[in-house]
């Protein structure tokens, strides 16, 4: 019998329960993976508490969006899939079909093959943090010599992952930061320049940044209590690319500044560009490229069992010292 874990109310991770379940045969279009390992991200953290982009359909519902395993059942209709090959999910809006199992069954158009060289710890944590940074940073922003660009939470995975890609393309990467110890962590990353905000004027400090020119654009998941702190800095023709609420609160837009600005507040979710078979091509040919050149990098912090699962997402729920992804390694071994 197969295990996954479920929520069964909006009452975050803490209600979060491992039971048996039997796993599900492919439909016409899908596959069935045996999943290795699972990756945790902050999304899924929202959505159990109904504080996401989408909402479950039903519970009991399983949680992620991220996962490697070996195909082990593919169904009608289905070509180009190999039959004991390690596959990746991609990121998309899964509603209640999560990752938090031995088993999924998937539409074919949200898989990709494993990187090569990977790990299936690996495999499963590269997806969501490159793929998310890639749209805003190269296809929207086109990052570049001169281009000035703000990463807010920049410790996140996906914010981390703005400063490597943003670096590799020659662009200004400014990252903030709420502890002085993660500096050397950041630049590290690629940030040109480390900002902790404190009691000072942010804004006017991104004004000395750019040499009075202002942030191109700004990549941020916090909400409220940061975009109007960065906003007397918005360049001409700025966009705001906001992905999150880490402080729980929608922000009310800085009108005034985005019209001297002539700004663009871009409400931004890699889940719409994944359902796009153009752009999902060019963020996945990116990253296999800049994984193969050694340009990106998994990095994980944690790795716990299956019963872990909860204790993972306390683990996340912390200040953390070290930073990367967790992932869950399920122990299953393709038979």
């Excluded at 490159?130 to 660009?149: D, Q, R």
């Excluded at 040499?211 to 975009?227: T, Y």
């Excluded at 500044?257 to 040919?285: C, I, R, W």
């Excluded at 990106?296 to 909860?310: A, F, K, S, T």
Aim: glycine share 8%; charged share 20%.
């Amino acid at each position: 019998m197969a295990r996954e874990w479920v929520i069964k109310d909006y009452s975050g991770y803490q209600g979060l329960v491992l039971q048996k379940c039997e796993p599900q045969h492919p439909r016409p279009g899908e596959i069935r993976i045996r999943i290795e390992a699972f990756a945790l991200n902050w999304g899924d953290m929202d959505l159990m508490q109904d504080n996401y982009s989408f909402s479950f359909n039903s519970f009991p519902a399983r949680i992620g969006m991220e996962a490697a395993g070996i195909v082990d059942e593919i169904g009608d209709g289905v070509t180009g899939i190999k039959l004991g090959a390690r596959y990746c999910t991609l990121p998309y809006f899964y509603f209640n079909n999560g990752a938090s199992a031995d088993f999924i069954t998937i539409d074919t158009r949200y898989v990709t093959p494993a990187p090569k060289g990977l790990s299936a710890v690996e495999s499963a944590s590269v997806w969501m943090q490159f793929m998310t940074a890639y749209y805003p940073i190269v296809e929207l922003c086109k990052a570049v010599p001169g281009k000035s660009i703000l990463v807010t939470a920049a410790t996140g995975t996906a914010g981390n992952a703005a400063l490597n890609i943003g670096a590799m393309f020659g662009a200004n990467m400014i990252a903030t930061t709420r502890f002085e110890h993660n500096r050397e962590y950041l630049l590290s990353s690629g940030a040109s320049h480390v900002i902790v905000p404190g009691t000072d004027d942010l804004a006017k400090t991104l004004r000395e940044l750019t040499d009075g020119h202002g942030i191109d654009a700004a990549f941020d998941p916090i909400g409220a209590s940061m975009m109007a702190r960065y906003s007397p800095a918005l360049a001409r023709d700025a966009t705001i690319y906001f992905y999150g609420t880490l402080d729980g609160i929608f922000p009310q837009l800085p009108i005034v500044d985005m019209f001297q600005a002539n700004a663009t507040f871009h409400p931004y979710s890699l889940f719409n560009y994944v359902e796009d078979p153009l752009m999902q091509a060019k963020g996945t040919e990116f990253v296999y490229n800049a994984l193969a050149r050694g340009k990106l990098v998994p990095n994980i912090d944690r790795v716990y069992p299956m019963e872990g699962y909860r204790d993972a997402w306390e683990y996340l729920s912390q200040p953390r010292i070290n930073h990367g992804k967790v992932v869950i390694n399920t122990g299953l071994k393709y038979l």
